[in-house]
């Protein structure tokens, strides 16, 4: 059980980061607003976490313009992708008796 423990990733131990990860997982490119609505957290609580996982290049961010008004998206990245598998393994190899 050990080796599984060493295998979770420390940047997935927050809940809105564990949040953000799992939402952009299943989605092409989720909107700030949007990931904010679902998570249910703060503009500046969302904003650091995202701040985080893209230190780590786990998320990508695109800023477009609609109607004048900046919109951000973001989406996963290859690498942030491989990570949270690796991260889901390995709680699931947790839980198998």
Do not use: C
């Not at 109607?67 to 190899?93: M, P, Q, W």
């Amino acid at each position: 059980m050990k080796e599984w423990v060493h295998q979770l990733n420390k940047a997935f131990e927050n809940r809105v980061r564990l949040g953000i990860m799992s939402v952009l997982m299943v989605n092409e490119a989720v909107s700030f607003n949007r990931l904010k609505e679902l998570l249910g957290v703060t503009d500046g609580n969302l904003a650091s976490h995202l701040r985080a996982l893209e230190k780590l290049d786990y998320v990508e961010m695109k800023k477009t313009f609609l109607d004048r008004k900046s919109h951000t998206t973001y989406d996963v990245s290859i690498l942030g992708r491989k990570a949270f598998t690796e991260h889901l393994n390995a709680l699931e190899s947790l839980l198998k008796p």
